[in-house]
């Protein structure tokens, strides 16, 4: 698949998922980027703006297995990993798959369930398998896991350590829809008489992986990948940040903004790439100082100020 081909495929998807969800294409986009960039997406808004109707129709659009794994402070990793059965007809432990096994997982309120249960995700979002009682289990793929969480009522919830939160290639909010917007949404539920709307696939599993494919073949020129490098470490140095992004960051700003110049039809990365990927890719990353933390300061605005405070680059 060439990059105009790829480019045509996400238009359609995200055409798709448009015709279901209310939401700015910037949005929809940064979705996209967590499938193309071979990564996940982590949605923290708060309830009822459409983070579940999001992850099913993109599902949908792709044409690829979907699963649903509500999380809540009695799940237990084998609720989903899945655990082995025994089976008396024939005297021997079978494995039982869980939800995990699925194209789209949707880890709904995430942050619900306690540290041990959040874990049994890691290994799958950064190996594509699980293991129970000693035994590797490969995941289906292409494999995504969109996580959910919600900013308030945090009685009783589990934060997500950095670990986990590192894993996760974006991190975005929805937001309420404009007047527009709500009136659109309006019109489409007298328009049909179910609850929740319906799309066909406009992809199918090999479709997907052909064009995850796509953006390692997208050029990054020597002075991009510098500038790339240039900001992870300036997040590093700010006096309000305790631990800045990570080196996997690093790379995962990089194939984010390749995946980005994909979804534009560009077989080469740009500066402008680069920052608009940058917040959704960085911002979950840093770990304030405490004072920083007291103070109420912004992570997104943090990744802003670095991004003015290093040279852009210029093409050739």
Excluded: W
């Amino acid at each position: 698949m060439d990059i105009t081909d790829a480019r045509a495929e996400c238009n359609a998807v995200l055409d798709a998922v448009s015709r279901s969800v209310i939401a700015d294409q910037e949005f929809l986009e940064t979705v996209l980027l967590g499938v193309l960039g071979r990564g996940h997406v982590l949605l923290e808004d708060v309830p009822g703006t459409g983070k579940t109707l999001t992850a099913n129709s993109l599902a949908s659009a792709l044409g690829l297995s979907f699963s649903r794994i509500q999380f809540t402070p009695d799940l237990l990793p084998a609720d989903v990993t899945g655990t082995h059965v025994f089976d008396e007809s024939e005297g021997t432990f079978d494995f039982t798959e869980g939800p995990i096994f699925a194209n789209v997982v949707l880890a709904d309120e995430i942050n619900r369930a306690p540290p041990k249960t959040q874990a049994a995700l890691l290994e799958a979002m950064a190996e594509g398998q699980v293991t129970v009682d000693g035994d590797t289990h490969q995941l289906p793929q292409p494999f995504f896991v969109i996580a959910t969480q919600n900013p308030v009522e945090q009685a009783g919830t589990f934060p997500l350590p950095e670990a986990q939160v590192d894993r996760f290639l974006v991190k975005q909010s929805i937001g309420y829809p404009d007047a527009d917007g709500e009136r659109e949404l309006l019109q489409r539920r007298l328009g049909r008489t179910e609850r929740s709307p319906s799309i066909d696939p406009v992809l199918d599993g090999d479709r997907v992986r052909a064009l995850r494919e796509v953006p390692e073949s997208v050029r990054v020129d020597d002075d991009l990948v510098s500038y790339i490098a240039d900001i992870t470490r300036g997040t590093r140095t700010r006096n309000q940040v305790d631990i800045g992004v990570s080196p996997r960051g690093t790379q995962r700003l990089l194939e984010a903004a390749r995946a980005r110049a994909v979804i534009v039809g560009r077989d080469y990365v740009t500066p402008d790439d680069v920052k608009r990927v940058a917040r959704p890719v960085l911002a979950h990353r840093l770990v304030l100082t405490p004072d920083a933390s007291v103070d109420g300061a912004s992570k997104a605005a943090i990744v802003e100020q670095v991004l003015d405070s290093v040279s852009v680059p210029t093409l050739e």
